[in-house]
């Protein structure tokens, strides 16, 4: 069990908006600096947010995340198709001193 | 361009040992770390450790810690990893990963190598 709790599933229709959150279980991770990869089928992950909402160049401005106490969230706004995927959230654990992943949301696009 | 190379997919016993390498360009490998991260089918990421390539100091995730070591060649910019005494729940692929940012372990992987599938049967 991941110390970062994600929804295991997610879904939306093209255009909708959603969001998907992080949460923490334990006080060591910092959710002061969270990171979002997006992982497409067969591919490995991609860097979508940086520092709770900073994009890396390339991504479109539709992905945003934030902060709210001990959870994060991501938004996709103007869901499309090819925004179907499987989404992790991660956080630097000072205990461990290495990266901790949230467990994983798949994103299906209806 | 950042490209991080691996090594092809690699069919084990349990209880043998896997080597996966990693072959870096593009940026100068000094001084980056490479993670290691693991994902098993139809599951999610794990990360394994970090060895930073500046000075060799490595980290490792609690899962894995006495049956795995990280090393880097810094003569052929390659990272290894190499995980011992194989059970049929190591079966995943392995990706390595470098830092996003160089000299620190606080930024997360940003480039990833297409990944290594390992597979542990009898």
């Known amino acids: 069990q991941s110390v970062l709790t994600q929804p295991p599933s997610a879904s939306g229709t093209p255009g909708q908006r959603v969001t998907i959150s992080c949460s923490r279980s334990?006080?060591?991770?910092?959710?002061?600096?969270v990171y979002w990869y997006q992982q497409l089928p067969g591919t490995a992950p991609k860097l979508l947010i940086y520092?709770?909402?900073q994009r890396p160049s390339g991504v479109p401005d539709r992905f945003s995340g934030s902060k709210s106490g001990t959870s994060a969230s991501l938004a996709i706004s103007g869901l499309r198709s090819e925004d179907e995927a499987d989404y992790y959230c991660?956080?630097?654990?000072?205990?461990?001193?290495?990266?901790?992943f949230g467990g994983g949301t798949k994103l299906t696009v209806l | 361009q950042v490209q991080l190379v691996q090594s092809g997919a690699e069919v084990k016993k349990p209880g043998a040992s896997v080597k996966v390498s990693c072959k870096a360009s593009?940026?100068?490998?000094?001084?980056?770390?490479i993670n290691w991260v693991r994902q098993a089918p139809g599951q999610g990421l794990e990360w394994m450790g970090r060895?930073?390539?500046?000075?060799?100091?490595?980290n490792y995730g609690q899962k894995v810690q006495g049956r795995v070591t990280m090393t880097t060649d810094t003569s052929t910019n390659t990272a290894y990893m190499e995980l011992r005494s194989l059970r049929s729940d190591d079966t995943a692929v392995y990706y390595c990963?470098?830092?996003?940012?160089?000299?620190?372990?606080?930024?997360?992987?940003?480039?990833w190598g297409q990944g290594t599938l390992v597979t542990v049967s009898s």
């Open positions: 990963a470098r830092d996003g940012a160089p000299y620190t372990s606080a930024w997360p992987p940003e480039d």
């Open positions: 593009g940026y100068t490998f000094t001084s980056y770390g």
């Open positions: 060895i930073s390539a500046t000075n060799g100091n490595t």
């Open positions: 334990v006080s060591n991770i910092g959710t002061d600096y």
């Open positions: 520092r709770i909402n």
């Open positions: 991660a956080a630097w654990d000072d205990s461990l001193s290495g990266w901790v």
